[in-house]
């Protein structure tokens, strides 16, 4: 079993950043994919970002060129993110996709 506790969010401008991190309860590293999703008011969850063990990422369309994720493989795992919008507004979860393990998420609102 691990735990994911994600921290970071808040309140940002549009154009702002802002970094996301998410803390496992033990080291990661024999979990290949961690992956960022998150869920707007009134929308459903969407895949945001995954990274594998050996730093491969990957993003949504929709964020590609302006979020970047990373982990040290031990037990952190972090989403940095630029030039947020208002459309980024939404609870960021940390997750486990092949353990189904989630964290409990942490709120991100970009406004002006």
């Known amino acids: 079993q691990v735990q994911l506790v994600e921290s970071g969010g808040g309140l940002v401008q549009p154009w702002d950043s802002l970094t996301l991190s998410c803390a496992a309860s033990?080291?990661?590293?024999?979990?290949?994919?961690m992956a960022w999703y998150r869920q707007a008011p009134g929308k459903q969850r969407e895949w945001v970002a995954s990274?594998?063990?050996?730093?491969?990422t990957t993003y949504a369309n929709s964020v590609a060129g302006r979020f970047s994720a990373s982990r040290d493989n031990a037990k952190m795992v972090y989403l940095h993110m630029h030039s947020l919008q208002p459309e980024d507004t939404a609870v960021y979860y940390c997750s486990i996709p092949t353990a189904n393990y989630w964290g409990q998420g942490t709120m991100v609102t970009v406004s002006s």
């Open positions: 990274i594998t063990g050996g730093g491969i």
């Open positions: 033990r080291a990661i590293f024999d979990f290949d994919t």
